[in-house]
Structures are given as C-alpha cells and as structure tokens.
C-alpha cells in the first residue's frame, strides 16, 4: 500500500477552477477564478540540491479572469504531512480540526480526485458551533478537456452500492482496507435514510432528522450536524459521483469529547 505522501503526490498539477462561497442555506455568496499548482521539487529546481521530498504548493485567486493579475497570490511549502489530514490510494484526501473547543470555529476539507479532476468541499462551523456555510471547490487539470459534472440529486443516488472502503484510525495510523456498502432510501415523507456498511460495521444515519442533507453542483452532497460540540459524537461527511454509477465518500468521524478518531473513502460502484 502506498505511503501518505505517495497518495499526496497523485495530486500534483496546475489545476484551473473555482472557490464558490455557499450560505447555510445554500445561496451562493461568491465565486472566484483560481489557479492552484502542486509542484514536485525535484521538478521545481535544477542541479545539487534538490529536495527529493518537497512539493510547492501555490494558490492565486482572480477577481474576473485569469488574464488579469490575482488578488490573492499564496505560496507554501510542503515537506511533511500533518496528523489533521489523511490521504488515500487515489490520491483523494480529508483534512480538519484534530479537537473540538469551546469557543473555537471548526472545519473540514473533503477532496477527490478522479482523472483530470478535483472535485472539492470545505465545511465550516462558528465558534459556537454552529453551521456556517461551506466552500466549493471545482478544479480542472490545464491543458485537458475535463468537464463538470451535473448537479446531484437524490434520484441519482437512489438504491445500493457496493464497493471497498478505506480507514484509518486516529490511534493506527496505517489504512485498512474492507468491503464497504452504502444504501440511499426515501421514505414516504420524502426523509431520507443513507445505510452503511464498512467490515462488519453498520450504521444508518436519517436526514433531515440526524443530519443536514445539500446537494451540490457538479455531483456532489455533504452531510453534517447542526451543530458541532465537544461534548456529543458525530460525523461530517461529503460525497461525488464522479461518474454516473461511480461514487466517493469521504467520512469523517469525532468522538464524545470533541477528538478526531478515524477516517474512511469509500469507492463504490452501483448495484444492479
């Protein structure tokens, strides 16, 4: 199995696309032109020298276009991975806070990858741990013919889908591997009931009642609570058909006192 950096490194590339700034509701706030490059650094320099391990990161954010100069140019660095992100065999990945805090805002970062694109979804809670809004993100490999993906609906997902799901643990940091499942069924009054299996653990999780359900542009969902506490478990979660009878979830999970404890992928294909 691949190390993390390993998978880290399937997101290399210029990647031309979008941060699109979501209300709680779903309203769109915003939308602004980005460029991000990840740029291995034996690629990045010449001669003695150069670091084997080192990837350059660069985001540049536009006001209208990319022919004019950006309003936002940000560089880093990277030479190691921290604790707060997992990346897994394709390259798809989920990063946030390792500990819920009173008075603290929270966030997670969801990002897939498949082919020529990133398909990404920052969660965002207030310091009371409140729902804030989220972040879409939608990426395209320069120089490819990559196109977006239709809007989502529940209809598309409807049914079961099997497949395998990835883990890794907070206290393990080595991925494990295993079927996975997931069932998305509506009820009579439209509430929707999402059944997982991963091994031989099973969960079900109903929104609206459990959960807040949004479907997304280009195919994607999210699922997550109200609210954040460190003092109640819970899981945020999000999701892409990156392909019509081919969806990702990313999942991530805290427990009763605000601890990050592990993370899946699954890759599921549609049954039937």
Not at 121 to 138: A, E, H
Not at 166 to 176: H, L, N
Not at 189 to 199: K, V
Request: net charge negative; charged share 25%.
């Amino acid at each position: 199995m691949a190390s993390q950096w390993q998978n880290f490194l399937r997101n290399l590339g210029d990647w031309r696309g979008s941060f699109t700034s979501l209300s709680p509701t779903g309203a769109e706030l915003d939308n602004t032109p980005s460029i991000l490059t990840l740029e291995n650094g034996a690629a990045a320099g010449t001669g003695e020298g150069v670091e084997e391990r080192l990837v350059r990161f660069r985001l540049r954010r536009y006001a209208n276009g990319f022919d004019q100069e950006p309003t936002r140019d940000i560089s880093q660095d990277y030479r190691s991975l921290g604790r707060q992100v997992v990346f897994f065999d394709s390259g798809s990945f989920c990063k946030g806070s390792l500990q819920v805090a009173p008075n603290t805002p929270f966030g997670a970062e969801f990002g897939f990858v498949a082919g020529d694109r990133r398909h990404r979804l920052v969660q965002l809670f207030q310091p009371s741990g409140d729902f804030d809004g989220l972040v879409l993100i939608r990426e395209f490999r320069a120089g490819s013919d990559a196109i977006e993906r239709p809007p989502l609906s529940l209809d598309q997902l409807q049914g079961e889908w099997r497949g395998e799901a990835a883990t890794m643990q907070a206290d393990w940091p080595e991925i494990e591997t295993a079927v996975g499942e997931a069932r998305f069924q509506t009820s009579g009054d439209g509430a929707l009931t999402l059944s997982t299996r991963i091994g031989a653990q099973e969960s079900a999780l109903n929104a609206p009642a459990e959960a807040r359900l949004q479907w997304l542009a280009d195919g994607g969902y999210c699922l997550m609570p109200p609210r954040v506490s460190h003092r109640q478990a819970f899981t945020v979660e999000a999701g892409w058909l990156s392909g019509p009878d081919r969806l990702e979830r990313l999942i991530r999970r805290y427990d009763a006192t605000g601890a990050w404890r592990s993370a899946s992928h699954l890759i599921l294909a549609r049954c039937g």
